[in-house]
């Protein structure tokens, strides 16, 4: 709670993030799968994605575990934004490549814009799709098996799927889409 407040309080734009933050542990069932809002707990605030080497230094802004169908302990992440156009987002893709090495669905993920800032659910998810066709290789080997249980075998086809705005429109990857939503 100490490093939440603490990133909180450094600039406005942080401390409207952390609004955003706080409106999504408040109603987590707005934002997040209900086969996992009702059953979030241990909450966790501005930590390391992943503590592992090599890794990088990216933070979630919350994180929950749960225990799944089987009894398996799984992480829900939050990242939370703060932006006044979708233009400016995903400019490096290492913080979105940190979460992909950690999750086993894009269910597991949620990137959540603040509402209100003109920046629209679809732009995000462009931009993001943009991001991801200039980097697919590295974004593909980022969680091969997360992309592969969609559909996507290759990162080529992570690339062509991109690069024809597949994953923002195809009903398919309707689960990579649900990971951005914006608050009310």
């Known amino acids: 709670m100490q490093r939440f407040l603490s990133e909180l309080m450094q600039t406005k734009d942080k401390f409207k993030a952390g609004a955003t933050t706080l409106e999504v542990i408040r109603h987590p069932e707005k934002y997040i799968s209900a086969k996992y809002s009702k059953r979030l707990s241990d909450l966790e605030l501005e930590d390391l994605i ?27 992440f939050v990242d939370t934004k703060n932006y006044s156009r979708a233009s400016n987002m995903f400019g490096d893709l290492g913080q979105f490549k940190a979460y992909l090495r950690e999750i086993d669905s894009f269910d597991q993920l949620y990137i959540i814009q603040q509402g209100g800032r003109g920046v629209k659910r679809k732009q995000i998810i462009d931009q993001l799709e943009r991001a991801i066709a200039k980097d697919a290789e590295n974004v593909f080997n980022a969680n091969r098996n997360v992309w592969i249980n969609m559909g996507i075998g290759t990162f080529a086809d992570l690339e062509r799927i991109c690069s024809a705005q597949g994953l923002s429109s195809a009903p398919a990857f309707k689960i990579f889409r649900n990971i951005i939503q914006t608050t009310n």
């Not at 230094?57 to 829900?76: H, L, T």
């Open 50 to 76: 992943s503590h592992a080497a090599g890794s990088g230094n990216f933070r979630f802004d919350a994180k929950w575990k749960i225990k799944n169908q089987d009894g398996k302990k799984v992480d829900i």
